[in-house]
């Protein structure tokens, strides 16, 4: 009896359903992590240090892959998150982020779930993120190595670098200016004195005489 006491909490921790995964945005303490977060692992597959590690990585794939030129969502970064479960597969990930729907406006968001049994990584919400999905397969496929070695951290990291690499926007031309940015150097709103433009033409300057004599007497 006291042995299928023990079972019970194991059977229970299974996660057949995306229903039954917490949400770290609202369930953190669920997650294993103490605040507010990106990263969920209810049954403890990696260490507290990892998974900061990788809530981490999570924020910096966010920023590397924003933009600055374009409307709100043209601009927003890919939203992460990541959950650790001892089984899951693609469907189960996408289910996943339907579930939670943590950019329901621009649908810029994924989810990389990690399937520990078969030592497999998934990614929900790709295609509708904008990512290319051979170009996701590739990533993944490239991590391989390192999650059949044990290395799951750094696999997982690989990943979201690259979606971060995939997502980035593109570098703007020499010479690009974005009139969004504070402090460029945006020649339609800074008139420069010292420009070939600034000098004055005589009838401007007759115009101007005429107006400072017609105010003085």
Known sequence: MLYLLFLLPLAAAQFTSPNEVPNPRTNFRECKMRSIARVCDPTEILSEQDRYR?????TNMQTRSTGQMGTFCQTKGVEGYFVALPHADQAFADALLEKWQPDAQCRKSVVVV??????????GGAKKAGLNENDLSAVIASQQQNLQQG????????????IGRMAAPPTPAPGTVDNRVPGSNNNNNNFNWNGPNSALSPASLLTLLVTFFAFMF
Do not use: P, Y
């Open 151 to 162: 290395r799951t951290v750094q696999a997982v990291e690989g990943v979201l670098q690259g």
């Open 54 to 58: 990788l809530n981490t990585g999570l």
């Open 114 to 123: 990690l399937s520990k049994d078969d030592n497999q990584i998934h990614v």
